[in-house]
């Protein structure tokens, strides 16, 4: 008689495969709906862990839109003595625009910038009493977006040294403190990102261990008849991908409520600086990588659960 | 398969010596009995062949192959070959007999078809048929003991070990169960089983061995069962 290898398995079909899955889908739904409460804690509880750097994702996401925005108008205005003639400003208004980086180059002359003045103030007719026009031409000049504020810098110094020039000033401090705010906010979001998302797998390895606990005589009864580990922990995981899948919609739908809450005071805001507000971020690749951040954390606590679970009984 | 123990010893952490110095053959397709007082070791000995455990010293052959050289990875499919039956039953109350019984079909990946098929010739072997949609808490405890069996053999394994099947169930139930598994014998199937309960296993005409303190002290019996 032909020797059984004793520890060779058949191939498995594939259909086997799929329908174990299938099996397996509906157990862990029907396992959730039947504990609801406690599956809307937890929910509720890797919510609020993601949430969080959810919302300062979308925060760090707009603060980019906006320094973006603002790096539109990056460049300087130079200004002239009174009285010099207008051919100094034209010639410089002509280099500029011929040097390389420099996207733009307005020139404002001393009756273009009284009139402007003259809308803008809102004193017009006290201005008509004044004999001489007091207001310098001046050149403003922007860059594109090769030009780093250090290059600003560099050209802002080059125009200061034409003839008949009183004064430079660079249009940068916004920029760099909105790059400032950014930079915290990105370190924030990370650090809580990893706080909270560790929070996130200790939550669920911590429900699905005691689920594990509760099935603890299926688990055995799975081993004694042949089951391997990845099929003894194939519920587990699943109920982590629920729980992760739950907790990352409840994340969505804070950050929402949140958004609804902002959207009209930022709408006025952004007004106020003559932008129209465009949120960044909150579009269906966030709600895909929100639902796959959650899904992967809940995982990863299941994951770690059973593993050390199954390793101290030491069956499977 | 046949078994084989050779000069197993079984020592816990504590200190407990559960198995000493064993040595026994279990020639393919025989009965066996092991019998002893509690804490005489069968149950180690079946958790040994079942690789819940591993010998101190000593080898635990089955088809000729030292199962400790088993690696890990592959102890499920090893496992698959063995059919396994506990006092407590262990069914899982949430799912209908059939499915408890289709368990280790699910589990080594059998096609639907030949699936219904078996589990409905393993329930007919135990005279479940007409109770498979029932759940296990509607069966009285002698009908959850055959679906354990049902469960047990619906694999067809070569080995069917039994660790104190009878200990919950009055003398005729008992009876029953072991003719039960006689039966599977009968078509080649290797059994142990291990009871406390001497009366009975002594009118069972098979092959009888008696443990104490984890040492043979006697075997009986027909010594080649089959």
Do not use: C
């Amino acid at each position: 008689m032909a020797r059984v290898r004793i520890w060779q398995a058949e191939s498995r079909p594939w259909s086997a495969y799929w329908r174990d899955h299938g099996r397996v889908v509906g157990d862990t739904l029907s396992y959730v709906t039947g504990r609801f409460a406690t599956t809307l804690w937890v929910w509720l509880t890797i919510g609020v862990a993601l949430a969080v750097p959810a919302a300062l994702y979308l925060l760090e996401a707009n603060l980019g839109q906006a320094a973006g925005q603002w790096r539109e108008n990056l460049g300087f205005s130079v200004y002239y003595k009174p009285g010099v003639p207008l051919n100094e400003p034209q010639t410089l208004a002509k280099r500029l625009q011929a040097m390389d980086g420099v996207e733009r180059v307005w020139l404002m002359t001393p009756d273009e910038a009284l009139a402007e003045f003259r809308e803008l103030s809102g004193i017009g007719d006290a201005l008509g009493l004044l004999e001489d026009n007091p207001l310098p031409a001046s050149v403003r000049a922007t860059v594109n977006a090769t030009v780093s504020t250090d290059g600003v810098a560099r050209l802002a110094e080059e125009a200061a040294g034409a003839n008949g020039v009183a004064d430079v000033v660079v249009e940068r401090s916004w920029l760099e403190r909105l790059g400032a705010v950014r930079e915290i906010v990105i370190r924030l979001y990370w650090s809580l990102a990893a706080i909270l998302g560790l929070g996130a797998v200790l939550t669920s390895g911590a429900t699905v261990r005691l689920a594990i606990e509760s099935r603890l005589e299926e688990v055995k009864v799975l081993t004694l008849v042949g089951a391997g580990r990845a099929y003894v922990r194939r519920p587990f995981l699943y109920l982590g991908a629920v729980y992760g899948l739950g907790g990352a919609v409840i994340a969505a739908m804070a950050v929402s409520g949140l958004l609804l809450l902002l959207e009209g005071p930022l709408v006025r805001l952004f007004a106020s600086y003559g932008r129209d507000l465009e949120l960044a971020g909150f579009d269906p690749i966030f709600h895909v990588m929100l639902l796959a951040a959650g899904a992967v954390l809940g995982v990863l606590g299941a994951a770690a659960a059973s593993r050390q679970r199954l390793d101290r009984m030491g069956l499977a | 398969m046949g078994i084989e123990f050779r000069h197993v010893v079984k020592r816990f952490e504590n200190g407990t010596e559960a198995l000493s110095d064993v040595s026994i053959a279990i020639p393919t397709g025989s009965m066996t009995f092991l019998t002893g007082h509690s804490g005489a070791g069968k149950t180690t000995f079946l958790n040994l062949l079942l690789r819940l455990d591993s010998p101190t010293r000593g080898s635990v052959l089955v088809n000729d192959v030292d199962i400790a050289g088993i690696k890990r990875r592959h102890l499920p499919v090893y496992r698959r070959h063995l059919g396994v039956v506990f006092q407590d039953g262990q069914l899982l109350d949430g799912r209908s007999i059939f499915d408890n019984v289709a368990l280790p079909l699910h589990v080594a990946g059998t096609r639907a078809r030949d699936m219904a098929r078996r589990v409905r010739a393993a329930l007919g072997s135990v005279d479940l048929l007409a109770k498979a949609r029932l759940l296990p808490a509607q069966l009285s405890a002698g009908e959850r003991q055959r679906v354990v069996i049902a469960r047990a053999v619906v694999n067809r394994p070569k080995i069917l070990l039994a660790d104190e099947p009878t200990g919950n169930l009055d003398p005729t139930l008992s009876r029953t169960i072991i003719r039960l598994f006689r039966r599977f014998h009968d078509v080649g199937v290797t059994v142990v089983v291990a009871s406390h309960d001497t009366e009975l296993v002594g009118t069972m005409g098979s092959r009888v061995v008696e443990l104490d303190h984890g040492r043979i002290v006697g075997q009986g019996g027909t010594s080649a069962d089959g």
